[in-house]
Nanobody
Framework: QVQLVESGGGLVQAGGSLRLSCAAS????????MAWYRQAPGKQRELVAG???????NYADSVKGRFTISRDNAKNTVYLQMNSLKPEDTAVYYC??????????????WGQGTQVTVSS
């Protein structure tokens, strides 16, 4: 089976920074796209940033210039560096990865979510 384990969430004041990490493990043949989503209370889950295996990245307009997604393919890990945090960034952040397993099946997998709270 495949698991995504997230870390790095917490409480930070506005203007501060956090770095989220997500490590994939299990019966992994290859990891394709990896991404970070977030979901605030009462709202739908939205894409924050995505990264291809080759390193091409895309960002939501609301975080562009403040957040940076990166990955270490050797470690099966994706990161999200969050700078200049705002209260509106408060949400549960979820890691997502498109993975082909050794059973020759490609699926999307999700982490358990990590809480990010930005106080004003």
């Amino acid at each position: 089976q495949v698991q995504l384990v997230e870390s790095g969430g917490g409480l930070v004041q506005a203007g501060g920074s956090l770095r989220l990490s997500c490590a994939a493990s299990g019966s992994i043949f290859s990891i394709y796209n990896m991404a970070w989503y977030r979901q605030a209370p009462g709202k739908q889950r939205e894409l924050v940033a995505g990264s291809t295996r080759g390193g091409s990245a895309n960002y939501a307009d609301s975080v562009k210039g403040r957040f940076t997604i990166s990955r270490d393919n050797a470690k099966n890990t994706v990161y999200l560096q969050m700078n200049s945090l705002k209260p509106e960034d408060t949400a549960v952040y979820y890691c997502n990865a498109n993975i082909r397993t050794w059973s020759y099946t490609t699926n999307d997998y999700w982490g358990q979510g990590t809480q990010v709270t930005v106080s004003s």
